[in-house]
């Protein structure tokens, strides 16, 4: 799983799975969740991010996997 967000367009993307997205869907005003070809969910997109969640804090906890951050 990813989690990028971009300044330059205030969005923030929230990659669930490396499969591709073939379908999309608009479930409230900005916020769009793809799904792959089998209907899985595989990502999250939200536009305007700073004002729909709170991006000054991200809480990382009991996941079972390697955590890495990258600067940017």
């Known amino acids: 799983m990813k989690v990028n967000y971009f300044p330059d367009t205030d969005s923030l993307y929230i990659d669930l799975s490396e499969q591709?997205?073939?379908?999309?869907?608009?479930i409230s005003?900005?916020?769009?969740?793809?799904?792959?070809?089998?209907?899985?969910?595989?990502?999250?997109?939200?536009?305007?991010?700073?004002?729909?969640?709170?991006?000054?804090?991200?809480?990382v906890s009991k996941i079972p996997a390697s955590i890495e951050t990258i600067a940017g």
């Open 29 to 59: 005003e900005g916020v769009v969740l793809d799904y792959d070809a089998s209907g899985h969910l595989v990502g999250i997109d939200i536009d305007n991010a700073s004002t729909k969640v709170e991006l000054h804090r991200f809480i």
């Open 20 to 26: 591709p997205s073939v379908e999309s869907r608009e």
